[in-house]
């Protein structure tokens, strides 16, 4: 899984199979959280995000999970396909004043066809 | 709709040299911002502007400036470039600082020789 500020670590998965990606992060004070897609060459992509107030969210093929206990943070991708072979990156925001966007190191997903 | 536009694309610049990304949104966002993503580390946040007119620092502000005359622009300036400042460079924009919603451009790859 991911941490923010660790080194970049890489989810191999068989296509079809599930996918979770999971972020930790250490600021209780955090109320916001962003789960965002990188292609290789490309710009960062927004996928979804869930507030503190939220336990899980759920978009297309996708779902978020927020344990604030344990601070940690999982995207769920259902029936992987070789175009989810992606960077994603977790983000989040401390509660208060303006937003500003920091961001985990990434986790590679890979899926073999 | 064109979104977020960079430019250049890619350069190689002579260290000590100055040099300027471009960076334009046609969304009418009020939010703008410039990363950095160097292997391993993720993005780390340069300079941002919640607004036309003002501006802030991020994590990783020295050697860089910004400037945001008008809503759609958000140039970055290296004014004397070191070998370290090389890496790829990604602007976005958010409608406000209270989404975390950030779109972003394609990244100007930078390399200080």
């Known amino acids: 899984g991911e941490s923010v500020g660790l080194h970049l670590p890489t989810l191999s998965v068989q296509e079809g199979d599930n996918s979770i990606i999971n972020c930790a992060y250490s600021?209780?004070?955090?109320?916001?959280f962003i789960w965002y897609k990188q292609e290789s060459g490309k710009g960062p992509q927004f996928i979804i995000d869930?507030?503190?107030?939220?336990d899980k969210r759920q978009g297309q093929r996708v779902t978020v999970l927020l344990n604030k206990t344990v601070k940690h943070l999982s995207l769920q991708i259902a029936a992987t396909q070789p175009g989810d072979s992606a960077v994603y990156f977790c983000?989040?925001?401390?509660?208060?004043?303006?937003?500003?966007?920091?961001f985990g190191r990434g986790t590679s997903l890979i899926v073999h066809p | 709709t064109a979104g977020i536009t960079q430019a250049p694309t890619s350069q190689i610049l002579a260290a000590g040299r100055s040099m300027t990304l471009r960076c334009t949104q046609d969304?009418?966002?009020?939010?703008m911002y410039w990363y950095r993503q160097d292997l391993g580390l993720g993005l780390r946040l340069i300079h941002y502007?919640?607004?036309?007119?003002?501006?802030g620092k991020g994590e990783v502000p020295d050697g860089y400036s910004v400037s945001r005359a008008n809503t759609d622009d958000f140039p970055l300036t290296l004014a004397s470039a070191v070998p370290s400042q090389t890496s790829v460079y990604f602007c976005?924009?958010?409608?406000?600082?209270?989404?975390?919603?950030?779109?972003f451009g394609e990244g100007s790859r930078l390399t200080v020789l």
């Open positions: 976005a924009s958010s409608a406000d600082t209270n989404t975390g919603e950030l779109f």
């Open positions: 600021n209780s004070a955090s109320d916001y």
């Open positions: 869930i507030r503190s107030n939220m």
């Open positions: 983000a989040e925001k401390l509660s208060g004043g303006s937003y500003i966007p920091t």
């Open positions: 969304m009418r966002h009020n939010a």
């Open positions: 502007s919640n607004t036309a007119g003002t501006t």
